[in-house]
């Protein structure tokens, strides 16, 4: 009864979390929270301390898969805390194989963007500038001014994607 009723709440938050990161380019706190809170709750009414402390751990686990992407600029904090809330759902080992599926997803869906915005010659024309920097001046120039036409990766559609499938092998004992 309780793994239908976290399922469908993830299924919820997951849609939420795309439709808005689509729209506004951001992932609000209080779906990240109120989704946290309810796979920490739902699992600990079931299971007790062990849910409480399967659902904790999914979080921070969640949390550290994505935080040092965070750190370095790649992405924002709110597709970090969305994937630490999918955690308290799926628990400490699943939510390490969404991730996984989502990192695939999103390095296919970020040359795809790329591709469609004509962003691809622009990186490999920088590459090729950069090589070239690095044959004659046995340096590496690197500039500090961003670059505004870089297409947006809106994060939340991988992890969710991710999450389903990490979910759908597990089901199927695939994984």
């Given at each position: 009864?309780?793994?239908?009723?976290?399922?469908?709440?993830?299924?919820?938050g997951l849609i939420v979390a795309a439709i808005t990161d689509v729209?506004?380019?951001?992932i609000p706190n209080w779906l990240t929270g109120s989704l946290a809170i309810f796979?920490?709750?739902?699992?600990?009414?079931?299971?007790?301390?062990e849910g409480?402390?399967?659902?904790?751990?999914?979080l921070i686990m969640g949390l550290v898969c994505l935080i040092f992407f965070y750190l370095k600029g790649g992405m924002g904090a709110g597709d970090?805390?969305?994937l630490g809330a999918i955690g308290t759902i799926l628990g400490p080992g699943q939510v390490v194989f969404a991730f996984a599926f989502a990192a695939i997803l999103g390095g296919l869906y970020s040359l795809a963007?790329?591709?469609?915005?004509?962003?691809?010659?622009?990186?490999?024309?920088?590459?090729?500038?950069?090589l070239a920097t690095l044959k004659v001046t046995k340096t590496?120039?690197?500039?500090?001014?961003?670059?505004?036409?870089e297409?947006?990766?809106?994060?939340?559609?991988?992890?969710?994607?991710g999450t389903v499938i990490a979910k759908t092998l597990f089901y199927y004992d695939v994984l």
């Open positions: 009864m309780s793994s239908s009723f976290l399922l469908s709440g993830l299924a919820l729209r506004t380019g951001r796979g920490i709750g739902v699992n600990s009414l079931e299971y007790g301390w409480f402390l399967f659902g904790l751990g999914g970090v805390k969305l963007l790329l591709s469609n915005q004509g962003g691809m010659r622009h990186a490999w024309d920088r590459m090729f500038l950069l590496i120039a690197v500039s500090g001014a961003p670059i505004s036409t297409p947006k990766l809106r994060y939340a559609l991988v992890l969710g994607l």
